[in-house]
């Protein structure tokens, strides 16, 4: 995929998304959510944007690797976010605890994060193409509680 913004030309080369479930078994139950959560109005994901350097003393270690293993051991730890979000009675919602797992996506975008500078604001297409959605993830019940996208920049 390409992007342009002001010129700027750049891929994001993106694997299919695998389901990173917990290392360790975890118990099959209902957890209810707080009020707050159950106020009507249209549930929505909020898309979070990280940027981290390299770590020298993690060379030759492959990132993707480790973050995806760190993942499934703190799943085991933090389980209800490897379930899915149901309505049980009166709307009320619950997560349920399925060690379903949560969406991993690999990708390489061939460009420099210095050269983004202001482009990566909110609404801008740096951003968006970025920020990929895998489709069929973006709904609220029945859906992945996190997509992960770790991307490798040049």
Do not use: W
């Not at 149901?86 to 460009?111: H, S």
Request: proline share 9%.
């Amino acid at each position: 995929m390409s992007t342009s913004s002001s010129s700027m030309l750049f891929t994001v080369t993106r694997q299919e998304p695998r389901l990173v479930v917990p290392v360790e078994p975890t118990p099959r139950e209902l957890k209810q959510l707080s009020d707050i959560d159950d106020q009507e109005g249209p549930g929505f994901q909020i898309p979070v944007i990280m940027f981290y350097k390299s770590n020298p003393f993690m060379e030759g270690e492959d990132p993707v690797r480790v973050i995806k293993e760190g993942l499934a051991k703190a799943l085991s730890f933090y389980y209800p976010f490897a379930g899915r979000l149901v309505e049980g009675p009166n709307r009320k919602l619950l997560v349920d605890c399925t060690r379903e797992g949560v969406l991993f996506v690999e990708a390489d975008a061939e460009v420099e994060l210095n050269r983004l500078g202001d482009a990566i604001l909110p609404g801008s297409p740096v951003l968006e193409e970025l920020l990929h959605g895998v489709p069929g993830s973006d709904g609220i019940l029945g859906c992945p509680l996190l997509l992960l996208q770790v991307e490798l920049a040049t």
